[in-house]
């Protein structure tokens, strides 16, 4: 348990936030960079007035900008050759925002049109030409995987169809041909805000998708049907770690993680030991792989855990307990740096159950962090 003074002493101490130094995290690059004297994260938060905005902290701990947008957001990746970034609104926002990350303004809003609206996530091509993004068709209920130009003032040039519901994070492949998709499986519509309305027919699945074409190479079924596959990474060998939500009785405890090796198609889950599996409540949310050791995290916010597993062999390695854990990001050697939904910004590795408290905000983060810089 964080003890209340470990976590006050957190808020003196922004400025460690310089062991932020060497993040990888964005869906945009899978490489390890030379860490630059100065890096910028970014996430959705909300403010102690329940405001929605995108922020944007330092390595140093400097908060850069706070900038008001219509959408209460979640995801973003950040453009691999421009000062650019995008935040996605999540579902059922209808917004994206490109962020000049040497400004700190937004450059650009993105409207996702009528009878479509966004799902938080989305990943750039390798050279920064095209962005993918998860939307929703909601009159028919299907999902798309949405192609834009950034070359072309982010202009719509395809809709790939992933002959399902609900696509939700995905990342690039190493190959960088390919797109990781994380199919959710549930039905929304705006007129019904966030309320689920087809879990007796859920159809959850994690998908190979041609970034080119738009062809489904492989898709892989949960155990459950009502395993709501929503987050993921990529490891650089090509192993992907995804997390799921379940939506079915709170007193059962399927496993919520699943390991595919897309190197040769093995694809399983992993069973926590029971106690553990039991407190995560059924529901994870980031997922964060470190390009410096086969190590992955899971936050589980319902729990407040943060599951570090080997995702080469899917060994548990150790759990962390942070109250409202949110998003993960690895550091710049094997551990991670995870946020709390209460503020609090903290490092947690694999050689120890202890947890350092990096710094502390007045506002409420969201579920993911993103490297802009």
């Given at each position: 348990?964080?003890?209340?003074?470990?976590f006050?002493?957190?808020?003196?101490?922004?400025?460690?936030?310089?062991?932020?130094?060497?993040?990888?995290?964005?869906?945009a690059?899978?490489?390890?960079?030379?860490?630059?004297?100065?890096?910028?994260?970014?996430?959705?938060?909300?403010?102690?007035?329940g405001?929605?905005?995108?922020?944007?902290?330092?390595?140093?701990?400097?908060?850069r900008?706070?900038?008001?947008?219509?959408?209460?957001?979640?995801?973003g990746?950040a453009?691999p050759?421009?000062?650019?970034?995008?935040v996605?609104?999540?579902?059922?926002?209808?917004?994206?925002y490109?962020?000049?990350?040497?400004?700190?303004?937004?450059?650009?809003t993105v409207?996702?049109?009528?009878?479509?609206?966004?799902?938080?996530?989305?990943?750039?091509?390798?050279?920064g030409?095209y962005?993918?993004?998860?939307?929703?068709?909601?009159?028919?209920?299907?999902?798309?995987?949405?192609?834009?130009?950034?070359?072309?003032d982010?202009q719509?040039?395809d809709?790939f169809?992933?002959?399902?519901?609900?696509?939700?994070?995905?990342?690039?492949?190493?190959d960088?041909?390919t797109?990781i998709?994380?199919?959710?499986?549930?039905?929304t519509?705006?007129?019904y805000?966030?309320?689920?309305?087809?879990?007796?027919?859920?159809?959850?699945?994690l998908?190979?998708?041609?970034?080119?074409?738009?062809?489904?190479?492989?898709?892989?079924?949960?155990?459950?049907?009502?395993?709501?596959?929503?987050?993921?990474?990529?490891?650089?060998?090509?192993v992907?770690?995804?997390?799921?939500?379940?939506q079915?009785?709170?007193?059962?405890t399927?496993?919520?993680?699943?390991?595919?090796?897309?190197?040769?198609?093995?694809?399983?889950?992993?069973?926590?030991?029971?106690?553990?599996?039991?407190?995560?409540?059924?529901?994870t949310?980031s997922?964060?792989i470190?390009?410096?050791?086969?190590?992955?995290?899971?936050?589980?916010?319902?729990?407040?855990?943060?599951?570090?597993?080997?995702?080469?062999?899917?060994?548990?390695?150790?759990?962390?307990e942070?109250?409202?854990?949110?998003?993960a990001?690895?550091?710049?050697?094997?551990?991670?740096?995870?946020?709390s939904?209460?503020?609090?910004?903290?490092h947690?590795?694999?050689?120890?159950?202890?947890?350092?408290?990096?710094?502390?905000?007045?506002?409420?983060?969201?579920?993911?962090l993103?490297l802009?810089?």
């Amino acid at each position: 348990m964080l003890n209340r003074r470990l976590f006050l002493q957190g808020s003196l101490a922004t400025a460690a936030l310089g062991a932020f130094g060497g993040l990888t995290g964005c869906a945009a690059s899978l490489q390890k960079q030379t860490a630059p004297a100065s890096r910028l994260y970014l996430s959705a938060v909300d403010n102690e007035d329940g405001a929605h905005l995108i922020a944007g902290i330092d390595s140093a701990g400097k908060t850069r900008f706070q900038l008001p947008v219509s959408d209460r957001c979640h995801g973003g990746c950040a453009h691999p050759g421009q000062q650019q970034a995008v935040v996605f609104a999540r579902r059922p926002g209808r917004h994206f925002y490109v962020i000049d990350t040497a400004s700190g303004k937004i450059h650009k809003t993105v409207e996702a049109g009528p009878e479509y609206h966004f799902y938080g996530h989305g990943v750039f091509s390798t050279d920064g030409r095209y962005l993918y993004v998860t939307v929703n068709h909601f009159i028919s209920g299907d999902g798309f995987i949405r192609v834009y130009d950034a070359g072309n003032d982010y202009q719509v040039v395809d809709n790939f169809a992933v002959d399902g519901i609900g696509p939700h994070e995905l990342r690039l492949h190493p190959d960088g041909e390919t797109l990781i998709i994380a199919l959710g499986g549930i039905k929304t519509h705006p007129d019904y805000d966030r309320i689920k309305l087809n879990l007796d027919t859920m159809k959850p699945a994690l998908l190979l998708m041609d970034r080119h074409s738009g062809r489904i190479n492989q898709r892989y079924t949960p155990s459950h049907h009502q395993l709501s596959c929503r987050h993921l990474d990529v490891s650089p060998e090509g192993v992907v770690i995804a997390g799921y939500q379940y939506q079915g009785p709170e007193w059962e405890t399927p496993p919520l993680i699943a390991r595919l090796d897309t190197r040769n198609g093995e694809f399983s889950e992993i069973a926590l030991p029971s106690d553990l599996q039991a407190s995560l409540n059924n529901y994870t949310a980031s997922i964060a792989i470190s390009p410096n050791a086969p190590h992955a995290a899971i936050t589980a916010p319902r729990g407040h855990r943060v599951v570090l597993i080997n995702y080469m062999t899917g060994a548990l390695i150790r759990t962390a307990e942070v109250h409202d854990v949110a998003g993960a990001l690895p550091d710049d050697q094997d551990g991670f740096i995870v946020s709390s939904g209460q503020g609090g910004v903290f490092h947690v590795t694999p050689q120890s159950d202890a947890i350092s408290a990096l710094g502390h905000y007045r506002f409420h983060w969201d579920n993911h962090l993103t490297l802009a810089s």
